[in-house]
């Protein structure tokens, strides 16, 4: 019996330990699975994390908090800057996370394109090795606690969704909301539950090369255009309308280089399609008005909100009359537009103010006499017009200073002013305006700086100047002026800075190609050039940053009033009354008659 009993109880320990041995097994291989079926009394241990909705509209609000202190508040508007709260409600943070998920679940649902963890590591990776604002996403990083997984589905997530969907066909993107998950998504909580996956924080590199070009993303990029507008809010380049040669665009995109990616803007309730419009940016909205459309000449716009991706619509009552080829300059609390064509010649304006959404027409007496292809610049509390050109091919060395406090004109100086000329560019420094390029018989590598103070000219240096040019863009970057592209066309451009009276070249390694009637925004550390036309016939779709780290360092972003660069028109053809807008002629090379 006792050699049973413990026969028995040996075979009843090795039994148990059998037993233990493969409960210890199945824990590690089936995260629990098989534990719960062989030791009904241990714990599982699941290894998967959930995101409730909730927690997904917590981590938006803290990408758009560091997208909010880095927006540009103009230093000339008389109210500070608001705190995110006043500019997105929770509402719209919610809808804003209801669509990357809805858009998500439509592509695994429809089309069968559920996104991947190896996807979600591609473009967290993708974003850190190609960031041209690598301090603004450091930020974003650490906004999301810098937890990879956080990171990939609220942050990477969102940006790789909108770029499948949009590689979708018309009425694929029309059919999305079909399936019966997709639509059942409005009745639940959202909340989701996903397998642990480790994902790798990548390294984010230090800033860009000084005198360096990078191209920008064409991945989801606007289609092929010239004659857009182009405004930098302090996190994106928005791009908007523009024509191709054929057809006006009403539509646009949101470059945003901390990423290198593109964001559709919304077409619902945007102005009609229209080119050779104007577009400032006021701190909160970009407002864009007039051009040229398939119905001729408009005096509409629309205010484009960035934040919650829509538009409201620009009154009409008292507005100025229809007109292309006009300039805008944004005081900080109205955009003054002035000149242009309607098939005339007009020196009349106004001045709309977005809070109240009205228009006061801006005085004619004194005003400079009406023309197109002008520049303006706002010059502290004034707004600076000068050269430009007439339907008689009238070109002049003119101009006026408008205060649109008292409604008054004063007249520029003509002395040791530059030679008559249209389609150059302007910039202001904080001092003085530099006019630079532009064209009349000929192309011009000259220019001028005009001190308003003193009513008074200082002419440029043509040492090491950049070649002839017109219809080029300029920039300032609170040290330099840089010039690049333009007529010819060209992909060179040079570095002027006002304090020494020099130049520098340009870099042309990875330069984009050379072009004219493109835009160009100024970032803080890079100028970022985009679409155009090399002759009037191809148009792109490509564009480049360019790196100018010694020209003036990145402003430490505040929540408080910060200076913003002042957005350039560019120099732009005349308009004649067509279906469509045709280019001006080219400028007759120099010694032509």
């Not at 075979?11 to 097994?25: E, G, N, P, T």
């Not at 280089?257 to 945007?270: M, R, V």
């Not at 001190?451 to 070649?467: Q, R, Y």
């Not at 003036?552 to 004649?576: L, Q, W």
């Amino acid at each position: 019996m006792k050699t049973k009993t413990h026969f028995q109880s040996g075979f009843l320990d090795s039994r148990a330990s059998v037993i233990l041995l493969l409960c210890a097994v199945a824990s590690l291989v089936l995260a629990g699975s098989l534990l719960g079926f062989f030791c009904a009394e241990a714990p599982a241990k699941v290894s998967y994390r959930t995101l409730t909705f909730a927690e997904r509209v917590s981590y938006q609000r803290a990408i758009e908090e560091v997208y909010w202190r880095h927006r540009l508040w103009p230093k000339e508007r008389p109210d500070p800057k608001p705190p995110l709260d006043a500019v997105i409600s929770q509402a719209q943070l919610e809808t804003k996370v209801r669509d990357y998920l809805r858009n998500s679940q439509a592509l695994e649902d429809y089309w069968q394109r559920s996104i991947t963890a190896q996807q979600l590591q591609a473009e967290m990776d993708r974003m850190a090795q190609h960031t041209k604002q690598p301090d603004v996403l450091r930020e974003l990083f650490e906004a999301l606690g810098n937890d990879p997984f956080i990171i990939t589905e609220c942050l990477a997530k969102p940006v790789l969704t909108e770029r499948l969907i949009a590689g979708l066909s018309s009425q694929d993107k029309a059919r999305r909301f079909e399936s019966a998950q997709t639509k059942a998504l409005d009745d639940t909580s959202m909340a989701t539950t996903l397998a642990n996956i480790t994902y790798t924080l990548p390294k984010i590199p230090e800033g860009c090369i000084d005198d360096t070009w990078t191209a920008t993303s064409t991945t989801n990029a606007p289609s092929p255009r010239a004659f857009h507008s182009a405004v930098w809010t302090g996190t994106e380049m928005i791009i908007w309308g523009g024509y191709d040669g054929t057809n006006s665009f009403n539509t646009g995109k949101k470059y945003n280089p901390s990423t290198d990616t593109w964001a559709s803007t919304s077409t619902t309730g945007a102005p009609t399609a229209r080119s050779i419009h104007t577009a400032v940016w006021t701190g909160s909205e970009m407002i864009v008005w007039g051009g040229f459309g398939s119905s001729g000449y408009v005096n509409t716009g629309g205010r484009y909100n960035p934040i919650t991706d829509s538009w409201t619509v620009t009154t009409t009552t008292t507005a100025p009359d229809s007109r292309a080829s006009h300039t805008a300059v944004c005081t900080g609390s109205e955009m003054i537009v002035w000149g242009g064509t309607n098939g005339g010649d007009l020196n009349t304006g106004g001045r709309y103010n977005p809070t109240t959404d009205s228009w006061t027409a801006t005085s004619i007496t004194n005003a400079p006499s009406g023309r197109t292809s002008h520049t303006a610049v706002l010059a502290g509390s004034e707004m600076i017009i000068w050269g430009g050109t007439n339907q008689f091919s009238n070109y002049f060395n003119t101009g006026g200073r408008y205060n649109p406090v008292t409604d008054t004109w004063t007249a520029t100086s003509t002395t040791s002013a530059p030679s008559a000329r249209a389609r150059h560019t302007a910039v202001w420094t904080n001092s003085e305006m530099i006019v630079w390029g532009g064209g009349h018989l000929g192309v011009f590598n000259t220019g001028g700086r005009y001190n308003p103070g003193a009513d008074a000219w200082t002419a440029t240096s043509t040492t090491n100047a950049p070649s002839a040019r017109a219809n080029h863009t300029a920039v300032w970057t609170d040290s330099e002026m840089i010039v690049w592209g333009g007529f010819g066309p060209l992909n060179t451009g040079g570095r002027y800075s006002p304090i020494t009276d020099t130049w520098a070249v340009t870099s042309t390694p990875n330069a984009p190609d050379a072009r004219e009637f493109h835009t160009a925004v100024w970032t803080g550390n890079e100028m970022i050039v985009w679409g155009g036309s090399p002759d009037d016939i191809n148009f792109l779709d490509t564009g480049g940053r360019y790196c100018a780290q010694s020209g003036a360092p990145t402003p430490t972003p505040t929540p408080t009033a910060t200076a913003t660069p002042t957005v350039t028109p560019t120099a732009i053809p005349r308009i004649t009354p067509r279906p469509r807008p045709t280019p001006h002629p080219r400028p007759t090379p120099r010694g032509s008659q």
